[in-house]
């Protein structure tokens, strides 16, 4: 993701903030933590679980790294899921693999707590990237075009918020149309570069990829 797109990215996530009515507490979360903080052991992660007056926090840490960072704001049920990173040291063993017995296990836990403590649905935006020859790969927009769905779509039922759906369905149907679909979902994981992803998003008229809202119900 390039520092244009960055920019992007965080007006899209103030403005939902703001929409949510979550300034406030987003700026406290940032620079002030604080709470009460419960510790519990779930399936080899250590995961912290913070209440303030405002808020529940869950976190999962590989030293100064958030592998999983989720809230619920207490004056609804909408979960905000934050941030999603890979590191071996997320698990309590230090050998975190990726995939299936890994990082969708560690993303399901969060997500499992967030509807034990009574999330009805969570909502996050998908900036995730995976490094590949020293680059960093979005891994949205890679899927998207290899497979046309993203990686959170398609491990755990991510659907853009309704007034994003019409301009991705759109964008899924152009992608078969104009794409050269069997050459991209052979390409490696390094050939998707930011300038690369671009040029594809353009040439299907779909730029606003890394603002769309994703939800997922938890009930």
């Known amino acids: 993701m390039n520092n244009i797109q960055m920019r992007l990215l965080q007006q899209h996530f103030f403005a939902q903030l703001h929409r949510l009515g979550r300034i406030k507490h987003w700026q406290t979360y940032a620079m002030e933590g ?12 250590k995961v912290e679980i913070t209440k303030t007056h405002e808020e529940t926090r869950f976190l999962i840490k590989s030293g100064r790294i958030h592998c999983i960072r989720m809230s619920i704001y ?30 969708r296990k560690m993303i399901q836990i969060g997500l499992d707590l967030l509807k034990e403590h009574g999330a ?12 590949r020859e020293g680059k960093n790969i979005s891994l949205g927009a890679m899927y998207f075009l290899k497979y046309g769905m993203t990686w959170y779509e398609k491990y755990f039922g991510f659907k853009p918020a309704e007034r994003h759906r019409e301009d991705y369905e759109t964008a899924k149907i152009m992608r078969k149309k104009i794409l ?30 890394y603002i769309i809202e994703w939800v997922k119900p938890l009930v």
């Open 74 to 103: 207490k004056e609804d049920t909408i979960a905000s899921f934050l941030t999603a990173m890979y590191d071996a040291g997320c698990s309590i063993d230090g050998n975190m693999v990726r995939g299936e017995k890994g990082t």
């Open 180 to 209: 050269d679909t069997k050459t991209l979902k052979d390409m490696p994981c390094s050939h998707f570069t930011d300038k690369f992803v671009s040029d594809m998003f353009k040439q299907i008229g779909f730029t606003n990829f």
């Open 120 to 131: 009805s649905q969570v909502v996050m935006t998908d900036t995730s990237n995976i490094p």
């Open 34 to 45: 604080g709470g009460e903080t419960e510790v519990r052991i779930i399936d080899g992660f």
